[in-house]
């Protein structure tokens, strides 16, 4: 009697076909991270020499603002060798910033449809402009009026000004972080209202929750004075005006508030 069993080779396994699929994903993951620190770190190796007077230019906005004999301090025996490395590294980070982002697209990119990627493109591009801006705008203005509030405040004191360098590291990344956060508002708002998470009425209606939010995080975020609060909240409360504005130009055409409200001739 002839063999009757079937000469077929077994059906391939989804599990295994998915499992192969995570793990050639997890592969590119750190490929693509490997390379994002890569850019990363020979930024800074090219800046390092240059670590003191980055450090200089950082802390410029307090050492114009101290009184005659105010000056930095540090009270850590390492401190005044791993900051500049820090505050270098920092800067290092921003400037390879749309490096990290152009291996991140890469990543995601194959799982996107062609419409998302037009889209998320200048999203992007625009996040990391305006990071900059909310770091320039606490750089040149916020710390400058904050920092010389702060010494005409200490003067009638008596108290000298000085201040630890890891103190104002943490104090500065704090407020850059803030007001790059900031500056990032029209672009949430854009987003929410492009993928249909909140309508453009909605966030409208509540403008003023959002008004009164803008101060409890300044509150929270900035100095324990009036000036810094408002410095941060009004900035706040205006880049959401500007991105429901913005917001319009990016409603499906069926969202549209002309669309939605318009009425055909019989």
Same mark, same amino acid.
């Given at each position: 009697?002839?063999?009757?069993?079937?000469?077929?080779?077994?059906?391939?396994?989804?599990?295994?076909?998915?499992?192969?699929?995570?793990?050639?994903?997890?592969?590119?993951?750190?490929?693509?991270? @490997?390379?994002?620190?890569?850019?990363?770190?020979?930024?800074?190796?090219?800046?390092?020499?240059?670590?003191?007077?980055?450090?200089?230019?950082?802390?410029?906005?307090?050492?114009?603002?101290?009184?005659?004999?105010?000056?930095?301090?540090?009270?850590?025996?390492?401190?005044?060798?791993?900051?500049?490395?820090?505050?270098?590294?920092?800067?290092?980070?921003?400037?390879?910033?749309?490096?990290?982002?152009?291996?991140?697209?890469?990543?995601?990119?194959?799982?996107?449809?062609?419409?998302?990627?037009?889209?998320?493109?200048?999203?992007?591009?625009?996040?990391?402009?305006?990071?900059?801006?909310? @770091?320039?705008?606490?750089?040149?203005?916020?710390?400058?009026?904050?920092?010389?509030?702060?010494?005409?405040?200490?003067?009638?004191?008596?108290?000298?000004?000085?201040?630890?360098?890891?103190?104002?590291?943490?104090?500065?990344?704090?407020?850059?972080?803030?007001?790059?956060?900031?500056?990032?508002?029209?672009?949430?708002?854009?987003?929410?209202?492009?993928?249909?998470?909140?309508?453009?009425?909605?966030?409208?209606?509540?403008?003023?929750?959002?008004?009164?939010?803008?101060?409890?995080?300044?509150?929270?975020?900035?100095?324990?004075?009036?000036?810094?609060?408002?410095?941060?909240? @009004?900035?706040?409360?205006?880049?959401?005006?500007?991105?429901?504005?913005?917001?319009?130009?990016?409603?499906?055409?069926?969202?549209?508030?002309?669309?939605?409200?318009?009425?055909?001739?019989?």
């Amino acid at each position: 009697m002839s063999d009757t069993r079937s000469s077929h080779s077994p059906e391939p396994d989804p599990q295994d076909d998915q499992q192969e699929t995570f793990i050639s994903h997890l592969i590119e993951l750190r490929e693509r991270l @490997v390379k994002a620190v890569a850019g990363v770190l020979i930024i800074f190796l090219g800046l390092v020499y240059w670590a003191p007077e980055i450090f200089n230019l950082f802390a410029r906005p307090l050492m114009v603002s101290l009184p005659k004999g105010g000056r930095m301090i540090v009270t850590d025996v390492t401190g005044s060798f791993f900051v500049p490395m820090k505050v270098t590294l920092l800067v290092a980070f921003l400037i390879a910033l749309p490096w990290v982002l152009y291996q991140i697209w890469k990543f995601v990119a194959p799982g996107l449809y062609q419409h998302e990627k037009r889209l998320i493109l200048p999203l992007v591009s625009s996040s990391y402009v305006l990071f900059l801006c909310g @770091v320039t705008f606490a750089y040149f203005l916020v710390f400058p009026t904050v920092f010389h509030f702060m010494a005409h405040y200490n003067a009638p004191l008596g108290a000298d000004m000085s201040t630890d360098i890891d103190k104002y590291l943490s104090f500065a990344m704090t407020m850059f972080l803030a007001f790059g956060i900031t500056f990032e508002v029209p672009v949430v708002v854009i987003v929410l209202v492009r993928f249909g998470v909140v309508e453009l009425d909605k966030l409208k209606q509540v403008r003023p929750y959002v008004i009164v939010g803008a101060f409890i995080i300044a509150a929270v975020v900035t100095p324990p004075d009036v000036l810094s609060q408002l410095l941060l909240a @009004v900035p706040l409360i205006a880049l959401y005006e500007l991105g429901l504005l913005m917001a319009r130009f990016f409603l499906k055409p069926e969202e549209s508030p002309e669309a939605v409200g318009g009425t055909t001739a019989d």
